[in-house]
């Protein structure tokens, strides 16, 4: 069983849709995160959590938002999709640590906005 | 501001051919290293790491030395098979402040061919 879960891993909707997609984790770490990956672009930071209770913009929040349910789980919205939000997003777990304490990745939601 | 640049892509490889794969970084204080690599339809895995200067990162048969003087991380294999064909991203993280992000350089798409 995969350690950090992403729903669904594939998702095609319209402009204009809200969309919600889904990360949990049985890793038992306090630390999530959320990516987006683009072509030529690497992984860019959405948002991050270090607690239920802790909730942090990256550097694109525009246009998302997030919500810490449990320790276990860390979901992202897209309010009103947009074209230019289609990409594949990333889950990603940590210890809190030291900076050598690296993320653990789920497998992705490919999400593509027509 | 903390910053990856990794070689651009993609590097085609016959098997069995020696794979370095260039990795500089800018960053304050003295940032912890990593390599991750992504197989396709799959997310991001830790391939190996380093936490302080000339530590040596190793898995695989995969190898990095942390330079602190040439400001560089690069990857190594001597003799690469079909099956590391993926996209490898070098990434840091800093120690000290409030947000311990990975910053991600942009990935290099490796192929391998039998």
């Known amino acids: 069983d995969a350690d950090v879960t992403q729903t669904p891993r594939n998702r095609i909707t319209k402009t204009g849709k809200r969309i919600m997609l889904e990360c949990s984790q049985t890793?038992?770490?306090?630390?999530m995160y959320w990516y987006r990956q683009d072509p030529g672009l690497g992984l860019r930071l959405i948002y991050y959590?270090?607690?239920?209770?802790?909730?942090n913009k990256g550097e694109i929040s525009d246009g998302y938002s997030v919500s810490r349910q449990a320790q276990a789980k860390f979901s992202l919205s897209l309010e009103s999709a947009i074209p230019n939000q289609t990409a594949l997003y990333f889950c990603?777990?940590?210890?809190?640590?030291?900076?050598?304490?690296?993320?653990?990745f789920g497998d992705g939601t490919r999400l593509s906005i027509l | 501001g903390n910053s990856v640049t990794q070689m651009e892509g993609p590097v085609t490889l016959s098997e069995e051919a020696f794979l370095t794969i260039n990795c500089t970084y800018t960053?304050?204080?003295?940032?912890?290293l990593f390599w991750y690599v992504q197989y396709p339809g799959e997310g991001l895995q830790l391939l190996l790491k380093?936490?302080?200067?000339?530590d040596k990162g190793s898995n695989k048969g995969f190898e990095a030395t942390y330079r602190k003087e040439t400001t560089s991380f690069h990857l190594e294999k001597g003799s690469v098979q079909v099956s590391d064909s993926a996209v490898y991203f070098c990434?840091?993280?800093?120690?000290?402040?409030?947000?311990?992000?990975?910053?991600f350089g942009t990935g290099t798409l490796l192929a391998v061919q039998p």
């Open positions: 990603a777990t940590s210890e809190t640590g030291t900076a050598g304490q690296p993320q653990h």
């Open positions: 890793k038992g770490h306090d630390r």
């Open positions: 959590s270090f607690d239920v209770k802790d909730i």
């Open positions: 960053a304050t204080g003295y940032p912890s």
């Open positions: 380093a936490t302080k200067a000339d």
């Open positions: 990434a840091l993280r800093s120690y000290g402040g409030a947000t311990n992000k990975l910053i």
